[in-house]
């Protein structure tokens, strides 16, 4: 299935993961929008983009503001993306509550209400694709191992549910974003050493990687309940 005209609206588009993705289908000639909850981040990667994808200011973590912004949009969605960052992570032992909390409303609910009231402006055989992480089969993130587990059942029942639309996840690795960046020198440095003597290929993960995951699974019409691991074999460890 071609890209090209495709309708793609990238939650979380304004950085990282989303930023590339929207890269990458704006290459294959898709009508790209990216949205965010900040302008000035919305317009940084527009200009990064060439100016070749409309914007949206959208808080995802509020869901009467998700509701109101497609009841008032117009325009059909043929893919819809929520790439939501991973906010505190840590040992179920290390994390506050208020923290943990934080953890599920960013990385759970947020998703779940733009996959809610976007589904309005969905087409009939569009997409629908979170994101969960290869935590999930971690036992020293216990907290965030529960969330991507949540989004992976949520992923795997809606898939049914929505049918004949589809719904995947992409469950990436330990990837190099601005999000990474802005850990302490010492803890990310400590961390990609770690993980590059662990992962089988031996190397870090990078925003453009896991977007060549999401682009597959917009293109396949044939692929839907699908946990997609774009984590360099971490998940066998």
Known sequence: MSLHTAKIFIVGGSSGIGL??????????????????????????KAALGGNAKTAVLNM?????????????????????ISNPTPKEGAFLELEIEEARRLF????????????????????????????????????RSPLAAVNAAVNDLVRSLAIELAPRRVNAVSPG??????RA????????????SIREQTPVGTIGTAEEVALGVIFLLENPFV????????????LI
Do not use: C
Request: without cysteine; negative net charge; glycine residues 8%.
């Open 224 to 235: 839907s309940g699908t946990m997609l691991d774009v984590d360099g074999g971490l998940r």
């Open 182 to 193: 802005a850990w302490p020198e010492e803890a990310r440095r400590g961390l990609y050493a």
């Open 105 to 140: 409303e960013e990385k759970f609910w947020g998703a779940y209400y733009v996959a809610r009231y976007g589904l309005a402006r969905l087409t009939e055989r569009g997409s629908l694709t979170f994101f969960s992480g290869v935590n999930v089969v971690s036992s020293k």
């Open 61 to 81: 973590l509020h869901p009467s503001e998700v509701k109101q912004f497609f009841e008032d949009s117009t325009e059909t969605i043929d893919h819809l993306v």
């Open 20 to 45: 590339a993705t929207a890269r990458l289908a704006l290459a294959q000639g898709a009508r790209v929008t990216i949205a965010s909850s900040s302008a000035q981040r919305l317009e940084q990667a």
């Open 174 to 179: 330990i990837i190099d974003t601005p999000l």
